[in-house]
């Protein structure tokens, strides 16, 4: 890291920095198609058929898409498809080396969590991932209002504020430089953006004031960042 004082605390983002958001999507889509099945009493391939949607590129609308292409009769009850996505439990695993990663911070430095997402599926994700012990002060922007999601600087606040440390002393590691850098950077934060394959966002374009201080890709490149 390039700016001066130590890292007191670290601070992560939950989706594609600690947990593979195509595995969590996957995971959503296997519990959609079976309350389909037993919706309709049909044994099609639902899964599948969102999955190959989405490598296409088209996550969007896709159980809209689903339920007018397979032609399932469920009109009034998209949206409850919707609710059974974001309720589900996940069967995501984190990445590879990251909790290992979280112990070793958490003997040295306190840690945090700051996520943007709908709720109860940060929570459920969070808690199947078994990752809740590593933190000392966990945020869900949703839960202070959708004006608080990133790139507002009222999470990043309030999760400072939680584990007792000034700005200058905290980092966040995070994927998406087209909103998650820049709040931290106005408040003074090391930020660092974690790139691995087959990430959703991590390609995007930085906007004005969210180009991270440091890009890692792997675990020992981002353990280092934060020594």
């Not at 990430?199 to 981002?222: D, N, Y």
Request: net charge positive.
């Amino acid at each position: 890291m390039t700016s001066a004082g130590p890292i007191l605390g670290v601070v992560f983002d939950l989706d594609d920095t600690l947990l593979p958001e195509r595995e969590y999507v996957r995971s959503g889509y296997a519990a959609v198609a079976e309350h389909v099945r037993v919706l309709t009493g049909r044994s099609d391939r639902f899964e599948t058929w969102l999955w190959e949607r989405f490598l296409r590129g088209q996550a969007e609308g896709a159980f809209d898409a689903l339920n007018a292409a397979l032609a399932l009769g469920l009109n009034g009850q998209v949206g409850d498809l919707v609710q059974v996505y974001r309720r589900h439990a996940p069967t995501v695993q984190p990445v590879a080396g990251m909790a290992s990663l979280l112990g070793l911070l958490h003997a040295r430095v306190r840690l945090g969590l700051l996520s943007d997402g709908y709720l109860p599926a940060q929570r459920l994700k969070l808690a199947g991932a078994k990752l809740e012990r590593f933190f000392d002060a966990v945020v869900f922007t949703e839960e202070l209002g959708r004006a608080a999601w990133k790139p507002s600087l009222q999470g990043f606040e309030l999760v400072a504020s939680l584990l007792e440390l000034p700005h200058r002393a905290c980092a966040y590691v995070a994927d998406n430089p087209a909103k998650d850098f820049v709040a931290p950077n106005r408040l003074g934060w090391r930020t660092v953006q974690i790139v691995r394959p087959g990430q959703m966002h991590a390609h995007r374009p930085p906007v004005a004031g969210g180009r991270p201080e440091v890009v890692a890709r792997s675990i020992g490149e981002l353990a280092t960042a934060l020594r």
